[in-house]
């Protein structure tokens, strides 16, 4: 997801670059929109990672009961 939002970010500096982007119908300037855009993306950058450490740690917790414990349909087809 911080790949995904790193190069969407890319993507829309290289437009401004390029005088390729514009403002919206609403008239605001395209500097403001901008800002808001990186304040914003840099935002979800920092959920992003945070999201993935909270998933690591999760499974790590729990990860090493899938290799543990066996449903038990799965055990008695094991011992057959």
Do not use: C, I, W
């Not at 970010?9 to 437009?15: E, F, M, N, Y």
């Not at 992003?48 to 799965?74: F, I, N, W």
């Amino acid at each position: 997801m911080r790949t995904a939002l790193d190069l969407v970010t890319t993507s829309v500096q290289g437009l401004h670059n390029r005088g390729r982007l514009m403002s919206d119908y609403r008239g605001e300037p395209l500097d403001e929109v901008l800002e808001r855009f990186t304040e914003a993306s840099g935002r979800a950058r920092d959920l992003a990672g945070d999201l993935h450490g909270t998933l690591s740690r999760a499974h790590s917790a729990v990860g090493h009961l899938a290799y543990k414990e066996m449903p038990e349909e799965q055990e008695s087809a094991a011992r057959s």
